[in-house]
C-alpha cells in the first residue's frame, strides 16, 4: 500500500569524500549478497556482490566488506560523485534458487 | 542497458478497475519475479516463476495474480484495483542454473489507485 512518507537513513557527503553505507542481516544461513542502486525513477541496478566465503570484494571505486561473525555487510565508495547519489540497497540470497530478500535502503546525498 | 522491459511506466487508474502490468525479457532467463516497492521503502517479493507453467506466491500477501505462458513474458493482473494497490512494481529477471541469483530489473510501473 501506499507509505505515508520516506524511512529511509538518509547519509550526506560531500562531492570527493568517501562514503560508507551499512547493512545488517539475520540469517546467518545467507551465503550470497549484493548492492543495488537505485536511482529515482528507474529500477535497482547491481553494483557488486560477494559470496559468504569472502570478506572482501572490490570494483571500480566500490568495495564491499563482509562481516559474517556479526552478520554485517558495507558498502564503500571512493571519491564519491554527484552521479552517486541514490538509494543503496542490500540484498541476500539463501541457498540456490531463490529470489533476493531487500533490506531498507540508505539514500546517499552528495553535495558539491 | 537492461534488457527486461516494463509496460506502462505510469498508469492512474480508478478504484474497480482491472489492470495487468507487462513484463518482457529478451536474455532468455528462466527465473521472473515482481517485487512491490512502496516509495522510500524496501522491495518486498509478491510472485515468482522458475519457467513456464510455474507460478509461486511471494513472502509479502497480494491480490495480483501473474501468467508465464511464454519464457519472455510475465505480466501481473488486478482484477479489481483500490488504493491500497497504489505502489511502484518491478519486475526482474535471472539466469537459469543454480546458485549466486543476480537480479536484473526493469524500470518499473508505477500505480495509483484513486
Known amino acids: 500500500g501506499e507509505s505515508v512518507g520516506l524511512h529511509l537513513p538518509t547519509l550526506s557527503v560531500q562531492e570527493g569524500d568517501n562514503s560508507i553505507i551499512n547493512c545488517a542481516y539475520s540469517?546467518?544461513?545467507?551465503?550470497?549478497f549484493i548492492w543495488y542502486k537505485q536511482e529515482s525513477g528507474k529500477g535497482p541496478q547491481f553494483i557488486i556482490d560477494?559470496?559468504?566465503?569472502?570478506d572482501k570484494r572490490q570494483g571500480q571505486r566500490v568495495t564491499v566488506l563482509l562481516n559474517k561473525t556479526v552478520k554485517h555487510l558495507s558498502l564503500q565508495i571512493a571519491a564519491t560523485q554527484p552521479g552517486d547519489s541514490a538509494v543503496y540497497f542490500c540484498a541476500e540470497n539463501i541457498g540456490s534458487g531463490y529470489a533476493l530478500n531487500f533490506g531498507k535502503g540508505t539514500s546517499l546525498l552528495v553535495t558539491p | 542497458e537492461a534488457d527486461i522491459y516494463q509496460t506502462p511506466r505510469y498508469l492512474v487508474i480508478g478504484t474497480g478497475k482491472k489492470i495487468t502490468l507487462e513484463c518482457s525479457q529478451t536474455m532468455g532467463h528462466d527465473k521472473m519475479y515482481w517485487y512491490q516497492q512502496d516509495p522510500g521503502m524496501e522491495l518486498h517479493l509478491i510472485h515468482y516463476?522458475?519457467?513456464?507453467?510455474?507460478?509461486e506466491k511471494g513472502d509479502l500477501s497480494s491480490e495480483s495474480t501473474v501468467s508465464r505462458i511464454r519464457t519472455e513474458h510475465f505480466p501481473l493482473t488486478l482484477e479489481s484495483a483500490r488504493p491500497s494497490h497504489t505502489s511502484q512494481y518491478l519486475c526482474?529477471?535471472?539466469?537459469?542454473?543454480?546458485?549466486?541469483?543476480?537480479?536484473?530489473f526493469g524500470a518499473g510501473s508505477r500505480l495509483t489507485v484513486l
Open positions: 560477494i559470496r559468504s566465503n569472502m
Open positions: 526482474a529477471s535471472s539466469e537459469p542454473g543454480t546458485g549466486a541469483n543476480v537480479l536484473t
Open positions: 516463476s522458475y519457467g513456464v507453467n510455474s507460478t
Open positions: 540469517n546467518s544461513a545467507s551465503d550470497y
